[in-house]
């Protein structure tokens, strides 16, 4: 009922052109207003505001007050006027004055606290929102992320999370205001003069016609724009993401032209919408005008013929003022509502995923780890129609190293998740010193391992800090002894500022080399029982090379270790070898007993070596 009122007075420019922010897909900026629940999404959005249930009614009682207050004022002026010229002589304008001023004041002050309040509630709601969403995201299982773009998942944290804050702070009491002014106006102008409030509102038809013929015109033209901005900076994103490329092909010209053709289409879009809509200003106010002229040429000859006071005539056009700005409001408020909820709906979607499954009750915290593992015919598929793993089997004796091998896409990663226990088994089941993985609560089976991946993670922070992620509680004295051991200390004493370095996100200003030297570091302090290592693919030069296999050796030591291994010199002083093909363990065994199988392992090893004489 409400939408269908407001709906012709919704302002066309849609709000990226008004500067506010849009929920949705974050880089094309196109707002996602669509809204599955309504009902349960402002439940729940009503469960966090009613943790100041009492605040919030002292806001909505000031919200009743302003609105009043704002009636109250016209009305005054009003029977001011009347006052006069009925022979009052004007004696009683110093109180009018005065009464208009306590109105006034008071008005300001309730609208005031009302706005103070509301932003106390809603900074208070968005804080809590956010910290469950944001402690509810590192809950969530791994294939959770694997699903999704991670682009898509900050865009809930900060979009659409900001959009509910923005339309809690102001939207929410605007609507409810504007529909209190807009009923009080109605019922104070009915109880005044039935008829003077009928022809008032007979510009109401009028303003919604002009308003949907030019937004029937403008609504495509807009969207079109928002089509083409979005295309925009998609393209403005994959020339700034692929710069190195774009210099490397000189394809800088093409890259401008691109930008050049999708710019002028922005224009003319653009270009054509708000001249267009550019006349709903001027609409309205030759309609309002139209009402003002109505209400005074009417108004006055009732008012000489005594059927109403020059008191209700001027209450009345203060009050047709009063009408068209609330159903203004209420119209431009309800975009701002509708992605609001969007937005907070898209954040509730992400907070009802389930979380890692919780550990088993008897599951129990490990007081310390040997390192034995056992896979007993483990399969296991992403999705269950086809199985990634399939019966794997094989023992694994403290302190071993073993080789994964096997053509891309064999399981060797698989086969690491499921040991860590970022994915159960389907069947079959994996056990370190003999109990299944699946009874050790995952932290604390997880806090015997580590990781030394291809890409290692560094964050924005000191090398120092960095090295540390290993180890929390660690001393700067064993932070800088596992970077000995690592032999990472040589290049970070030669950084400015040493192991007070600060690194940007991602490492960017150092070395792959480098990178792997620190990861090295961060896994000596971790001290594990269980390590994982996966080899670098790309070529790092022979001194750094050396210089990792040395850390990585002292690493190894008297640990279990298993290494999805691409250098030939890890393969060959692996204790054993374990060779994946299409999700099964085909062959295993040591470097010498594999090569005499003249199996699947020769075939490789032959290609790797032919590949390095190349
Ligand atoms: N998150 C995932 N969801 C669905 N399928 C996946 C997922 N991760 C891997 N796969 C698929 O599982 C199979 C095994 O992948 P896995 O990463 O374990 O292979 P790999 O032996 O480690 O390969 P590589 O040497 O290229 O890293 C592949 O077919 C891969 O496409």
């Known amino acids: 009922m409400l939408k269908?009122?407001?709906?012709?007075?919704?302002?066309?420019?849609?709000?990226?052109?008004?500067?506010?922010?849009?929920?949705?897909?974050?880089?094309?900026?196109?707002?996602?207003?669509?809204?599955?629940?309504?009902?349960s999404t402002l439940r729940r959005v009503w469960s966090y505001l009613a943790l100041r249930k009492g605040k919030l009614m002292l806001v909505l009682l000031m919200v009743v007050l302003s609105s009043a207050l704002a009636l109250l004022g016209p009305y005054l002026?009003?029977?001011?006027?009347?006052?006069?010229?009925?022979?009052?002589?004007?004696?009683?304008?110093?109180?009018?004055?005065?009464?208009l001023a306590v109105v006034y004041t008071?008005?300001?002050?309730?609208?005031?606290?009302q706005n103070i309040w509301m932003i106390e509630i809603s900074q208070e709601t968005i804080y809590r929102l956010r910290f469950d969403l944001f402690s509810h995201l590192h809950k969530l299982p791994i294939p959770f992320f694997g699903k999704r773009q991670q682009g898509e998942i900050m865009s809930r944290v900060t979009n659409d999370i900001e959009n509910v804050s923005s339309t809690l702070n102001s939207s929410a009491i605007q609507i409810f205001s504007s529909v209190l002014t807009l009923i009080g106006t109605v019922t104070v102008m009915l109880l005044l003069s039935p008829l003077?409030?009928?022809?008032?509102?007979?510009?109401?038809?009028?303003?919604?016609?002009?308003?949907?013929?030019?937004?029937?015109?403008?609504?495509?033209?807009?969207?079109?724009?928002?089509?083409?901005?979005?295309?925009?900076?998609?393209?403005?994103?994959?020339?700034?993401?692929?710069q190195r490329m774009i210099k490397a092909f000189s394809q800088e010209d093409r890259a401008i032209r691109g930008f050049q053709e999708r710019n002028e289409r922005i224009r003319l879009s653009g270009f054509w919408a708000l001249t267009i809509s550019g006349f709903i200003p001027k609409l309205m106010?030759?309609?309002?005008?139209?009402?003002f002229a109505i209400i005074a040429g009417i108004g006055g000859i009732l008012a000489i013929r005594g059927a109403i006071t020059v008191g209700i005539i001027i209450i009345f056009v203060e009050y047709a003022r009063q009408f068209t700005r609330p159903l203004n409001d209420l119209a431009n408020q309800w975009n701002t509502l509708l992605s609001a909820i969007a937005g907070a709906e898209r954040v509730f979607e992400v907070m009802d995923e389930p979380e890692e499954s919780s550990d088993e009750q008897a599951a129990v915290e490990l007081k310390q780890m040997d390192g034995a593992i056992a896979f007993e015919q483990v399969s296991f598929g992403?999705?269950?129609?086809?199985?990634?793993?399939?019966?794997?089997?094989?023992?694994?004796?403290?302190?071993?190293?073993?080789?994964?091998?096997?053509?891309?896409?064999?399981?060797?990663t698989t086969l690491i998740q499921l040991l860590s226990r970022?994915?159960?088994?389907?069947?079959?089941?994996?056990?370190?010193?003999?109990?299944?993985?699946?009874?050790?609560?995952?932290?604390?089976?997880?806090?015997y391992m580590a990781f030394v991946l291809q890409d290692t993670f560094l964050f924005k922070g000191t090398i120092r800090e960095n090295i540390r992620f290993g180890r929390l509680d660690a001393t700067d004295e064993e932070v800088e002894q596992a970077a000995r051991l690592a032999n990472a200390e040589p290049f970070i004493l030669r950084m400015k500022g040493g192991y007070d370095k600060v690194l940007d996100i991602g490492g960017s200003g150092i070395s792959q080399g480098q990178k792997q030297l620190l990861a090295i570091a961060r896994a000596i302090l971790a001290n594990p029982s269980i390590l994982v290592l996966d080899e670098a693919t790309s070529s790092i030069d022979t001194v750094t090379e050396i210089k990792i296999q040395e850390g990585l050796e002292r690493l190894m030591e008297g640990r279990t270790s298993f290494v999805i291994a691409h250098r030939l010199n890890t393969i060959r002083s692996a204790d054993r070898i374990l060779v994946l093909k299409d999700g099964r363990l085909l062959e295993q065994g040591s470097h010498d007993?594999?090569?005499?199988?003249?199996g699947f392992y020769r075939d490789l090893y032959a290609s790797q070596l032919r590949k390095m004489a190349l």
């Open 196 to 242: 003077l409030t009928l022809l008032t509102f007979t510009v109401v038809p009028l303003m919604a016609l002009g308003m949907r013929w030019i937004t029937r015109r403008t609504g495509p033209l807009f969207k079109q724009r928002q089509r083409n901005l979005g295309e925009l900076n998609g393209y403005i994103e994959e020339t700034l993401s692929g």
């Open 593 to 598: 007993e594999l090569l005499r199988q003249n």
């Open 4 to 39: 269908a009122l407001i709906e012709p007075f919704r302002n066309p420019y849609p709000r990226h052109l008004t500067g506010e922010s849009v929920s949705g897909k974050g880089d094309t900026g196109k707002p996602k207003t669509k809204v599955q629940n309504w009902s």
């Open 77 to 99: 002026i009003g029977v001011a006027v009347d006052d006069y010229l009925e022979g009052g002589g004007g004696q009683d304008w110093v109180y009018f004055l005065i009464g």
């Open 106 to 113: 008071l008005f300001s002050l309730t609208s005031w606290l």
């Open 285 to 291: 106010n030759a309609l309002n005008n139209m009402s």
């Open 422 to 447: 970022f994915y159960d088994a389907d069947s079959g089941r994996v056990t370190v010193d003999g109990r299944d993985i699946r009874s050790i609560k995952r932290e604390s089976l997880r806090s």
């Open 382 to 412: 992403y999705d269950n129609n086809r199985p990634t793993l399939n019966g794997i089997s094989f023992k694994v004796k403290p302190g071993e190293m073993i080789a994964l091998v096997g053509p891309t896409g064999a399981g060797k």
